[in-house]
């Protein structure tokens, strides 16, 4: 089946430090993939699509300056959380879906970021 | 897309069925209902998704009632790994159409 694969799985980092998390469709081609962001015993909330070769498209209330979202290659997506504080600290997870699948194909989810700013 | 409804929490004895159910009454005629489930700190997993007809593969069981403003996930047989947070989704075409996730429903499968 289709495989997402996010890296790193976990990263600790300094305030004021930026940090890039990479999500990989590893055998099929995605021209869309989605940034979620997810806070405990809280649910997933959409932060970005990511289009290939194009900007993203971020929801209300997130900042595009600071969760930069670069879509080079219709396999890979990267998330930058710049300048990061300890509020950005969350479990951060990208989904894709398959290009060359049916309409209806469901969104295939890497297994998370864990992020955690001290 | 359609808002859902679900509720917030549910158990279920291991090796019976669970039964979870999901409201989307405002889903509208173009739009799949698709069950994800989030198992602690790892990324949501695809489970089942259907229009109209009730779906069944290896996982589980889909049933929409005829309105199709509801539906039903079913686990048959349930084991201790099952126990996972299950989101019910409505979702538009289109390779560009959001997932937009609600609070889900917290199982709890007990021995």
């Known amino acids: 089946g289709a495989v997402v694969s996010q890296h790193p799985s976990r990263v600790i980092c300094k305030s004021g430090t930026s940090v890039k998390i990479e999500c990989r469709s590893l055998d099929f081609q995605a021209t869309t993939m989605f940034w979620y962001r997810q806070f405990p015993k809280q649910s997933l909330m959409l932060m970005a699509t990511?289009?290939?070769?194009?900007?993203?498209?971020?929801e209300q209330g997130v900042e595009k300056d600071k969760f930069l979202i670069n879509h080079a290659s219709l396999t890979l997506s990267t998330l930058t959380v710049t300048s990061a504080h300890p509020e950005d600290s969350s479990f951060y997870i990208c989904?894709?879906?398959?290009?060359?699948?049916?309409?209806?194909?469901?969104?295939?989810f890497g297994n998370g970021t864990r992020l955690t700013v001290t | 897309d359609a808002k859902t409804t679900q509720p917030p929490s549910m158990d279920c004895a291991e090796g019976r069925a669970a039964n979870l159910p999901c409201n989307h009454s405002?889903?509208?005629?173009?739009?799949?209902v698709y069950w994800y489930r989030q198992i602690h700190s790892q990324g949501p997993q695809y489970i089942i998704h259907?229009?109209?007809n009730n779906e069944t593969n290896e996982m589980a069981s889909l049933i929409i009632t005829e309105d199709r403003k509801s539906s039903t996930l079913i686990l048959p047989h349930a084991t201790l790994r099952d126990t996972a947070v299950y989101y019910c989704i409505v979702k538009g075409l289109g390779g560009a159409s959001k997932i937009i996730f609600g609070s889900g429903t917290r199982l709890s499968i007990r021995p």
């Open positions: 990511s289009n290939e070769g194009s900007k993203a498209t971020y």
């Open positions: 989904s894709a879906r398959d290009g060359g699948a049916q309409y209806n194909s469901p969104l295939h």
């Open positions: 259907g229009l109209k």
């Open positions: 405002t889903i509208s005629g173009n739009e799949y």
